[in-house]
């Protein structure tokens, strides 16, 4: 009885002692983001064919009164990035109906707003979800859910796709997805190309919004950004506190990147959270007690390449 006592008690003491290491070792890293803006410039505003999009990590939100915060944090990167909120927005790790509820409610009056439910609890209750929220002009001809093959032991995952034609007539494929952190969820993202394929949805004019649980090297990544896709943001910093970056763009080739988020300025304006655990603050309500993500968005702006013009008679 007593050996099994001290083992136990060792057993709590290396846990202790793996938790405080990771507090101390596992943590943002703000000089690794880059400089620290001298000041606040504002964004060139968008020129002809260009176009503003951005994908964040929601934090496990079920808590409606965190929607607010997480809306005016996307509209203040997007006014950063482009002079007001992305034309294309992707949000994952969403959990629960209700603040999808309350997302559709800030959302959807500026255009459209969409989401899957990717992960169902037993009790029926909304485990996982991911959103695209679509800025008018940008019309959506239509959206459906993509199931994922499970990874056990992670939850069901899912992806959204959109079919989006923008003010001058071109098709844009929309897809928004929150890979398993599997270690080896590389397989889920060829399992999320062979869906997209099926679909005639991977190609020159696609754009794929999400958080991949992959970083450059990984399966997972390397497969999302294969061709007919590229990372719009090659080498960017790190988007978690891991240290990794795990949050992307992947685009066709009809598309070019003409400049993206400045990381360091996104970290000094929303002050993301390094921890494993959510502050009790989060169940009444936003920051400062409860920071936005534990992630930093992605964001990017756009632009067609020359003479990628399809009119609507065409399509």
């Not at 101390?24 to 064919?49: H, M, N, Q, T």
């Not at 300025?265 to 929303?270: H, K, N, Q, V």
Request: proline share 8%; glycine share 8%; hydrophobic share 45%.
């Amino acid at each position: 009885m007593r050996r099994w006592r001290d083992r136990a008690l060792k057993a709590l003491a290396f846990a202790a002692t793996v938790l405080a290491a990771s507090a101390y070792f596992v943590r943002w890293k703000p000089d690794a983001l880059g400089p620290v803006p001298s000041i606040e410039a504002s964004a060139p505003p968008l020129r002809e064919g260009e176009l503003a999009v951005m994908t964040i990590n929601a934090w496990r939100l079920s808590q409606p009164a965190r929607v607010p915060a997480l809306v005016a944090a996307i509209d203040r990167e997007g006014e950063a990035l482009a002079g007001g909120r992305p034309a294309l927005v992707g949000i994952q790790e969403i959990q629960s109906r209700e603040a999808i509820s309350a997302l559709s409610r800030e959302l959807e009056d500026d255009g459209f707003f969409g989401a899957c439910e990717c992960s169902i609890r037993t009790d029926g209750s909304l485990r996982s979800a991911v959103a695209a929220a679509v800025r008018d002009p940008y019309v959506v001809r239509g959206h459906e859910c993509i199931e994922l093959e499970r990874l056990f032991p992670d939850q069901r995952r899912c992806a959204l796709l959109a079919r989006v034609d923008d003010p001058e007539g071109r098709s844009i494929v929309l897809v928004v997805v929150h890979l398993a952190w599997h270690p080896s969820n590389g397989a889920m993202a060829a399992w999320l190309r062979q869906e997209l394929v099926e679909r005639d949805a991977l190609g020159p004019h696609t754009i794929l919004l999400g958080d991949l649980n992959a970083w450059p090297g990984t399966e997972g990544y390397d497969r999302i950004v294969a061709p007919p896709l590229r990372d719009a943001v090659p080498g960017a910093p790190a988007t978690h506190y891991f240290g990794w970056t795990i949050d992307h763009v992947a685009i066709g080739d009809a598309l070019e990147t003409v400049r993206s988020l400045d990381r360091r300025a996104s970290y000094e304006r929303m002050q993301p959270a390094a921890a494993l655990v959510m502050p009790l603050a989060c169940d009444e309500g936003g920051p400062p007690g409860c920071p936005v993500s534990d992630h930093l968005p992605e964001g990017v702006v756009l632009r067609w390449r020359d003479g990628d013009r399809v009119s609507a008679t065409q399509r």
